[in-house]
Antibody, heavy 126, light 107 residues
Framework: QVQLVQSGAEVKKPGASLKVSCKASGYMFPTYAINWVRQAPGQGLEWMGW????????KYAQKFQGRVTMTTDTSTSTAYMEVRSLRPDDTAVYYC???????????????????WGQGTTVTVSS | EIVLTQSPATLSLSPGGRGTLSCRAS??????LAWYQQKPGQAPRLLIY???NRATGIPARFSGSGSGTDFTLTISSLEPEDFAVYFC?????????FGQGTRLEIK
């Protein structure tokens, strides 16, 4: 079945970097883009960015520009998100989520997300 | 960016009742709106896309309506497993944004 499996929980100190993985299975990885969404404790959902394995295109939320990098590895059907200069307020559950529809070369609008990873809990504390 | 405002923040209903959740956009999103359900400790689950289309495997008691700036998620007869938090998301323009959520709790 179609699924996204994320890497395990992480504890980091302020200023450190983090890299979360999201391994896809059950479908052709390049045909659907991947979003990254985070959720701080007791809070709502915050979209961080989007990546297309098809052509390497990325889009980032403005607040994360320059601090977050999203990449993919087609050979392993895995998406990665790196967050640098971690702060305590980066403490959250980080999710990867697949676009509902197949990739288009030039996406004019975002999509809803139909398959989600199980989440990776990240704690940033000194 | 487009701001989504959900109401009410908390909705207290009994099993078998009818749940009506609202999502209002700060500008028109046409019908580019999705609804998600999230239970404690779980990832969100897509319920509705394009305002009124049920996602795969979603029971018929869930329905979505609306266009422009005002949207509604209706749960026709609440089952015990429906008590959860519900989020709306706009898919009209970058960046995609979410509402703050409505908690549906058992009365």
């Amino acid at each position: 079945q179609v699924q996204l499996v994320q890497s395990g929980a992480e504890v980091k100190k302020p200023g450190a970097s983090l890299k979360v993985s999201c391994k896809a299975s059950g479908y052709m990885f390049p045909t659907y883009a991947i979003n990254w969404v985070r959720q701080a404790p007791g809070q709502g959902l915050e979209w961080m960015g989007w990546i297309s394995d098809y052509n390497g295109n990325t889009k980032y939320a403005q607040k994360f520009q320059g601090r977050v990098t999203m990449t993919t590895d087609t050979s392993t059907s895995t998406a990665y998100m790196e967050v640098r200069s971690l702060r305590p307020d980066d403490t959250a559950v980080y999710y990867c989520a697949r676009d509902l529809g197949k990739i288009v070369v030039v996406p004019t609008a975002p999509q809803s997300m139909d398959v989600w990873g199980q989440g990776t809990t990240v704690t940033v504390s000194s | 960016e487009i701001v989504l405002t959900q109401s009410p923040a908390t909705l207290s209903l009994s099993p078998g009742g009818r749940g009506t959740l609202s999502c209002r956009a700060s500008q028109s999103v046409s019908t580019s709106l999705a609804w998600y359900q999230q239970k404690p400790g779980q990832a969100p689950r897509l319920l509705i896309y394009d305002a009124s289309n049920r996602a795969t495997g979603i029971p018929a008691r869930f329905s979505g309506s609306g266009s422009g700036t005002d949207f509604t998620l209706t749960i026709s007869s609440l089952e015990p497993e429906d008590f959860a938090v519900y989020f709306c998301q706009q898919c009209s323009d970058w960046p995609p944004t979410f509402g703050q959520g409505t908690r549906l709790e058992i009365k």
